[in-house]
């Protein structure tokens, strides 16, 4: 009995030996993969803040010379990148607009008939576009709305290649949301009488708010840092432009133009903080509303 008693111990701290070896890799894996993108953090804030000022945030981009005499004078670089986040604003709204109901749409559709030969091809070509590259989605822009539609560089091209990369991600938010709704809660709305259609716009899609808005949120976030889809589609400006048939900068597209400017490079550290920030809102914002609205089911 001892004998049998010491081998049950003896392989039991040999398997808390090798569980806490094993966690202490992992610990120091995750702790390694962590260091160069908080490395690139630091990096990112130490040189970016400097050129943060209320003219950074209402005055337009630079030109080379100023940037030049500035440099020179080991002054801030004056101007800074209203036009860009103006047009961010437009662009990022239009699509927006164009991407939520569409995608609200096919995601519930998809809930509501997930068996359906149409809902499948729906769901094949909503995964189809999640793996679609950027440039992909400009040249469709391009094709779609540059050429036959504003007929040159628009902010409404830009906005049109950013909705189709944004709906994957509205689509599939929705779905699964809908789908964690129990299905007795629409039988009792139909059972009192409710229309159909009233059941999904009045019970089904309010109770399911959270994650409908946590998607929506993610979506504008992942396209608030598209640089290749604009390129093809808005171009860029050097003033701030409300018009959205004209071509429009946005920040992206800001940080790409003083990559090729070795006089901006001070601009591309302080514009690619920004833009880090907004995203960063933007991903805190969708977690605040899923946990604040998280509805048990």
């Known amino acids: 009995m001892n004998i049998s008693t010491e081998i049950s111990d003896r392989k039991l701290k040999q398997r808390l030996l090798k569980d806490k070896i094993f966690t202490n890799v992992m610990i120091f894996l995750a702790f390694l993969s962590g260091v160069p993108l908080f490395l690139i953090l630091y990096q990112l804030a130490v040189k970016g803040y400097r050129q943060f000022n209320i003219s950074f945030f209402f005055e337009e981009a630079p030109d080379t010379m100023q940037a030049m005499i500035a440099n020179a004078n080991n002054e801030i670089i004056p101007g800074g990148i209203a036009n860009g986040i103006i047009g961010t604003l437009i662009i990022v709204g239009l699509a927006s607009l164009i991407a939520i109901p569409i995608g609200i749409i096919c995601g ?21 576009l999640q793996g679609v590259p950027s440039i992909v989605l400009g040249v469709i822009g391009y094709i779609w709305i540059v050429k036959p539609v504003t007929n040159g560089f628009s902010a409404l091209a830009g906005s049109v290649a950013l909705s189709i990369m944004m709906l994957p991600s509205i689509v599939r938010s929705t779905e699964e949301t809908l789908k964690m709704i129990p299905g ?3 039988e009792a709305a139909l059972s009192l009488g409710v229309p159909y259609h009233k059941v999904i716009l009045k019970v089904i899609l309010p109770t399911g708010i959270s994650g409908i808005l946590t998607g929506v949120i993610l979506g504008i976030s992942r396209i608030a840092g598209e640089t290749a889809p604009l390129m093809l589609t808005a171009l860029g400006s050097t003033v701030v432009n409300t018009d959205i048939t004209k071509p429009t900068s946005a920040v992206p597209l800001l940080v790409w133009e003083f990559y090729n400017d070795p006089n901006l490079v001070n601009m591309i550290w302080s514009a690619s903080l920004f833009l880090l920030l907004l995203i960063l809102v933007l991903n805190l914002s969708a977690k605040a509303i899923a946990k604040k609205w998280k509805v048990q089911y």
Request: cysteine-free; proline content about 0%.
């Open 108 to 128: 519930t559709y998809l809930a509501e008939n997930a068996e359906g030969k149409f809902a499948g091809l729906v769901r094949f070509i909503v995964d189809m």
């Open 184 to 186: 007795t809660l629409k």
